[in-house]
Nanobody, 123 residues
Framework: QVQLVESGGGLVQAGGSLRLSCAASGRTFSSYHMGWFRQAPGQGREFVAA????????YYADALNSQFTISSERAKNRVYLQMNSLKPEGTAVYYC????????????????WGQGSKVTVAS
């Protein structure tokens, strides 16, 4: 029903910034809460940030060293993740996800997932 495609990943120096983008297609984009997760090699998928379907409410993980800001442009079916002060621990594949029910931090709550965008933070 919903297809998600992430972009904007790449190589960045420690302390630098990167902006990820998620483009959605299919059913009405505004029907879903959106989230960002990340997964490092050998690690579980970790919650990063989420934004309500209206774009008015945001929710962030409290254990991250980096500074993140999630935002959306609903009319363009896009969600963004601005990552500042990136550290090597931020190296991971970052995933965009859509949740039809709630804004939250649990992987199982999300209904649709993108294929991920790889971010490498060089030390």
């Amino acid at each position: 029903q919903v297809q998600l495609v992430e972009s904007g990943g790449g190589l960045v120096q420690a302390g630098g910034s990167l902006r990820l983008s998620c483009a959605a297609s299919g059913r009405t984009f505004s029907s879903y809460h959106m989230g960002w997760f990340r997964q490092a090699p050998g690690q579980g998928r970790e919650f990063v940030a989420a934004i309500s379907r209206s774009g008015d409410n945001t929710y962030y993980a409290d254990a991250l060293n980096s500074q993140f800001t999630i935002s959306s442009e609903r009319a363009k079916n896009r969600v963004y993740l601005q990552m500042n002060s990136l550290k090597p621990e931020g190296t991971a594949v970052y995933y965009c996800a859509a949740d039809a029910f709630r804004i939250g931090d649990r992987t199982r709550s999300y209904d649709y997932w993108g294929q991920g965008s790889k971010v490498t933070v060089a030390s």
